[in-house]
């Protein structure tokens, strides 16, 4: 966190609280962010912070982009869709994407005029990524996609979305390939309904159906079959991004609850004056910060390119279990307003849970660190 770092995240802390918490219950109504949200913050450079200049980006480090996600979920907010969007999309197509592709879509993500995804998980195979059943069948100059994806973040919204299918089915996971499709034009792609989720309910997140949909050949995102191998390296990178969030997340719990606890009275003092408040607070304040040191530890070994998948694995399921229990206790200590969802505390409890299961679930983490051992 240089000096630079922190301004861009004082900067992104002050446009939150004024352009996007004050909306936190209309985004959540409609169950996504406003289309134009996203050009707001293009315009700011708060969108692919760490994409080169020469793409459009803010020409900065995984740091920046950290310190973005971090800034967001440090005020309680999940709607805003831009760690699928700058954290993995962008990046999947500047590591992998041909120089003609990553001028052709890096500076509209950059400015906000596109909007990304990545479609991965389809209704019967969520971390278990070599069961995909979706289809890219070469047809001359195009592939002719087929599937359904759901859980999509930004798939309402979504300009380009990053579709993992099979190129191959005989091959197995080596029969993997990422294709990028424009929707704008994609006769055949559909997006269903956007998901009635137990929390983040501001996230846009639809479900999605490619039916004979024609995308130019042009459109493959690195090697035919490789993209097995693209997703297996970009997760640790993904779960890191999870990680980051879910610190975040910790420490807002800790300081809402110390802030409250301060101020509400029973029995003729403060809450914060019990002793059982003031040793629940003790404990939660040092998981937080332990995740936060674990966290930073990362990024730097990240920043070197030296973060390995199993730390990753690590910090992702650590994160998110310490931030479910931490969050859990923090609405204990709110007693009954902890419950009403006007309370930011309640949509913590909320939103913190799918944190252990998505980018794959912290029992397949488990299994990764344990081969490691």
């Not at 909007?115 to 289809?135: C, F, H, N, Q, Y």
């Amino acid at each position: 966190m240089d000096d630079e770092i922190v301004a861009l995240q004082d900067m992104a802390t002050k446009f939150f609280e004024t352009e996007l918490i004050p909306h936190q219950e209309r985004f959540a109504d409609q169950k996504h962010v406003d289309r134009e949200f996203w050009n707001q913050a293009g315009a700011l450079g708060l969108l692919c912070a760490s994409i080169p200049e020469e793409y459009g980006g803010g020409g900065g480090t995984l740091a920046h982009d950290f310190a973005l996600f971090d800034a967001q979920y440090g005020l309680g907010d999940t709607a805003f869709g831009n760690m699928v969007h700058s954290g993995l999309v962008a990046h999947y197509i500047l590591a992998y994407g041909s120089e003609e592709q990553k001028q052709r879509w890096l500076p509209g993500m950059a400015s906000g005029a596109i909007v990304g995804a990545i479609a991965m998980t389809e209704p019967g195979a969520g971390s278990d990524l070599k069961s995909l059943r979706s289809t890219a069948v070469r047809d001359g100059d195009h592939y002719v996609v087929n599937g359904s994806k759901t859980f999509i973040s930004n798939g309402k919204h979504a300009d380009l979305v990053i579709v993992v299918a099979k190129t191959d089915p005989s091959a197995g996971a080596k029969g993997t390939s990422l294709i990028v499709v424009e929707t704008a034009d994609a006769p055949g792609y559909e997006v269903g309904r956007l998901l009635n989720k137990v929390g983040m309910k501001g996230q846009d997140t639809a479900e999605l159906s490619f039916t004979d949909v024609r995308v130019p050949a042009a459109n493959l995102l690195g090697e035919e079959g490789a993209g097995f191998g693209y997703l297996m390296k970009q997760l640790a990178h993904e779960r890191l991004v999870v990680a980051v969030c879910a610190a975040a997340a910790t420490e807002a719990a800790v300081a809402l609850t110390v802030r409250y606890t301060k101020e509400r009275k029973a029995f003729g003092a403060t809450l914060f004056e019990m002793q059982n408040t003031r040793f629940e607070l003790a404990e939660c304040a040092t998981l937080a910060h332990v995740s936060r040191v674990f966290v930073d530890s990362c990024i730097e070994r990240h920043l070197r390119g030296e973060l390995d998948g199993a730390t990753a694995s690590m910090a992702k399921a650590y994160t998110t279990d310490i931030q479910g229990q931490v969050v859990d206790r923090c609405v204990q200590l709110f007693g009954g307003y902890g419950y009403m969802l006007e309370y930011p505390i309640a949509r913590m409890y909320a939103d913190a849970r799918v944190q252990r299961i998505y980018a794959g679930a912290n029992e397949v983490m488990k299994e990764l660190i344990a081969r490691s051992l």
